[in-house]
C-alpha cells in the first residue's frame, strides 16, 4: 500500500478486529498518518502484537488496545464505557470485525453468531459511541460490509436462521444488514457532520472462517491463493476513513474507493426502519 499523505494527527480512531487481516493493514495506515488509534480485538496475546508491531513500523506511541469479545453485548457496553471514560474525542468508528460460521451457533446472549457479531456489534458499539462522535465532528463512521449482501435477504421473521440456517443466507443476511443499518444512520444523521459510509474490500485473503473446524482450515488458505491481498482489501476502509475526497459524503457504498450502487433490497427503506427497531430491541439502546 502506497505511503498515506493525509495527515490525522490529533484525531482519535476505533477499529474493532484490527489485530488480523484488513483491520490490521487499516490500523498500520492510519497510524502512519498520526492517528491516535483505539484498537479492540479479542484476543490480549495478539492485540498487544498487533500494538508492537504498529509502533515499531510507524513510530507512532498512540496506540492504545482495549479488549472485548463481540459477540458479548456485556463486552460492548464495557469497551465503550471505557472509552468513554478516557474522555477522548472520537473522530473515526471503523467497525471491521466479522466472522463466517458453517454451522449455527448461538451467542452468550442467546442469538445467532453470524448477526450478533456481524450486525448488532456495528449497531450497539456505534449508538453507545454516537454521541461522543456527534461532540469531536467531523467525524466518521465506517462500517465493513461485502457483496455478500447480495446473497442475503432480510427474513425478520427468523433472523437467527433457526428454522433454515445456511452459511451462504446467515451471512449474506449479516452483510445486508450492515449496509441497511448504514443507509438509515445516515439518514439520522443528516446535517451533524457525522458521516457514515459502508465498502466492499474485495474476497481477501484473510483469517475469515479458520474458525470452521479442518474444513475451514483447508479451504481458506486455497481460496486465497486467488484472493485480495489484506493490504488491498484494506484500501477502501483507509479511504473512507481518511481521504479528504470523501468529506462530508454521507449513507454511500464503496467497492475500489469509488461510490457504487449495492443492492436493490438494500435501499428498502422500510426494513432499514424495521431493521433498526429490531436491533434496538436486541440490544436495549437506540430505539
Known amino acids: 500500500m502506497k505511503q498515506p499523505e493525509t495527515d490525522l494527527s490529533g484525531k482519535t480512531a476505533m ?86 460460521n458453517l454451522r449455527r451457533e448461538l451467542t452468550v446472549d442467546g442469538i445467532e453468531a453470524t448477526f450478533a457479531v456481524n450486525h448488532l456489534a456495528y449497531f450497539l458499539l456505534t449508538v453507545l459511541l454516537l454521541n461522543r462522535l456527534k461532540e469531536s465532528v467531523p467525524a466518521r463512521i465506517v462500517n465493513v460490509a461485502s457483496d455478500a449482501h447480495a446473497w442475503g435477504t432480510m427474513k425478520f421473521d427468523d433472523l437467527g436462521g433457526e428454522r433454515n440456517y445456511g452459511l451462504r443466507q446467515s451471512y449474506g443476511q449479516s452483510k445486508l444488514a450492515n449496509i441497511l443499518f448504514t443507509y438509515e444512520l445516515a439518514r439520522k444523521l443528516d446535517g451533524t457532520n457525522v458521516a457514515a459510509n459502508c465498502l466492499h474490500p474485495g474476497a481477501i485473503g484473510t483469517g475469515l472462517g479458520k474458525n470452521n473446524g479442518l474444513l475451514g482450515r483447508i479451504i481458506v488458505p486455497i481460496v486465497g491463493l486467488v484472493l485480495k491481498t489484506p493490504e488491498q482489501g484494506a484500501r477502501t476502509s483507509v479511504y473512507l476513513a481518511s481521504s479528504p475526497d470523501v468529506e462530508g459524503v454521507n449513507g454511500k457504498y464503496y467497492v475500489d474507493c469509488r461510490e457504487v450502487r449495492s443492492s436493490a433490497e438494500s435501499y428498502d427503506q422500510g426494513a432499514a426502519r424495521n431493521l433498526w427497531e429490531v436491533s434496538a430491541k436486541m440490544t436495549g439502546v437506540g430505539a
Request: one cysteine or more; charged letters at 25%; hydrophobic letters at 45%.
Open 15 to 100: 477499529i474493532t478486529g484490527a489485530s488480523s487481516g484488513i483491520g490490521r493493514v487499516t490500523a498500520l495506515e492510519l497510524a502512519r498518518m498520526g492517528a491516535h488509534l483505539v484498537l479492540v480485538c479479542r484476543s490480549r496475546e495478539r492485540g498487544e502484537e498487533t500494538v508492537r508491531e504498529i509502533r515499531e513500523k510507524t513510530g507512532n506511541d498512540q496506540v492504545d488496545l482495549m479488549l472485548a469479545d463481540l459477540s458479548s453485548q456485556k463486552a460492548i457496553r464495557q469497551v465503550a464505557a471505557e472509552f468513554l471514560a478516557r474522555n477522548l474525542p472520537l473522530h473515526v468508528l471503523l467497525n471491521n470485525a466479522g466472522i463466517v
